[in-house]
């Protein structure tokens, strides 16, 4: 868990792909979409073990791929949260000091909250 | 107790409004085997399941519908955005409109409000888990009826997804059934809360 102090403020600084998922090199950047969208896979990815290991719960390589996915999702979330505010009620920090952003459009059914799948289509 | 998160489980993004199409969404949000009525159906069967596989899985799929029902709720409110009165009126979503305006109200596409009487809770662990996996089953046919009637890949692509939600969700509860059996098997009375 990050610990702020009382005069923390939000970094200023782009993001970096390194996202704990392997892909990154550290030398390109993530947009915001392409953060939140990153997000919101591996969440689904962990949620998804998650429900199978209700079922199976000694299978130890789907424990292993959710403690996998759970911190790659930590370390972008953090840096998702740190530089474009909170996404989770009463558990995120609120990055900005001197702003409440919780309440920030977009909210999630918000068609500018959601990154378009145009041309991505799996066939 | 929840956790909102401010985002959706799959992305919704609708660039072209279509009345006729919105109408047709509101099955899976407050239809009769749609996710509004999935979560509820969930939530209030955990108290009384059996074995700790079978009330986690309850729960967290439960949790999941109630994303389902977000998701289902904002391609309503997503297609409906930008319609004009002509485009209303033509394509019947007129008498939805005077009764509700734009506002996504929990009702199934042919206009019935939600109601309780879509699921039971029966305090059986085997009656409760058998109507899961047939409401997971319905749920499937529903959204491969509604791809079927949509063109628009915008919508499309949430739409798969949730019906591939629709089956696995079907494992899983096959998988708790299973278990939740095993358990009252072994017990040596029968099960019946009325005895407890």
């Known amino acids: 868990m990050r610990a702020y102090p009382e005069n923390y403020n939000r970094p200023n600084r782009p993001s970096r792909p390194n996202n704990g998922n392997g892909n990154g090199n550290g030398n390109g950047y993530m947009s915001q979409e392409e953060m939140y969208q990153k997000l919101m896979e591996l969440d689904f990815i962990s949620l998804d073990i998650g429900l199978f290991l209700n079922s199976h719960p000694t299978e130890k390589e789907a424990i292993t791929a959710y403690n996998q996915v759970v911190s790659a999702a930590d370390v972008l979330r953090n840096q998702y949260e740190e530089m474009y505010g909170p996404l989770c009620s009463f558990r995120s920090y609120a990055t900005d000091a001197n702003e409440w952003k919780w309440e920030q459009d977009p909210w999630p059914w918000q068609k500018s909250a959601n990154p378009s799948l145009s041309g991505k289509e799996c066939m | ?196």
């Open chain 2, 1 to 196: 107790m929840w956790i909102y998160e401010k985002k959706l489980e799959f992305p919704v993004n609708i660039k072209a409004p279509n009345a006729r199409l919105a109408q047709l969404m509101l099955e899976q949000y407050g239809g009769a085997d749609g996710e509004l009525g999935a979560s509820l159906r969930y939530l209030s069967q955990k108290f009384t399941m059996v074995t700790p596989q079978a009330k986690a899985m309850l729960n967290d799929i439960a949790t999941e519908e109630l994303a389902h029902a977000e998701m289902m709720a904002t391609i309503f409110h997503q297609l409906t955005q930008g319609l004009t009165k002509d485009e209303i009126l033509d394509s019947g979503l007129d008498g939805y409109y005077v009764a509700h305006g734009l506002g996504a109200f929990p009702s199934a596409a042919a206009g019935a409000p939600f109601t309780a009487t879509y699921f039971q809770s029966k305090g059986d662990p085997i009656t409760d888990l058998y109507e899961d996996m047939a409401a997971e089953q319905k749920a499937r046919s529903t959204y491969e009826f509604l791809i079927d009637l949509t063109d628009d890949p915008d919508v499309l692509a949430p739409l798969r997804f949730l019906r591939e939600r629709e089956v696995v969700h079907f494992q899983r509860f096959g998988e708790a059934l299973d278990i939740a059996r095993d358990y009252l098997n072994q017990q040596k009375y029968f099960y019946d809360m009325k005895c407890k």
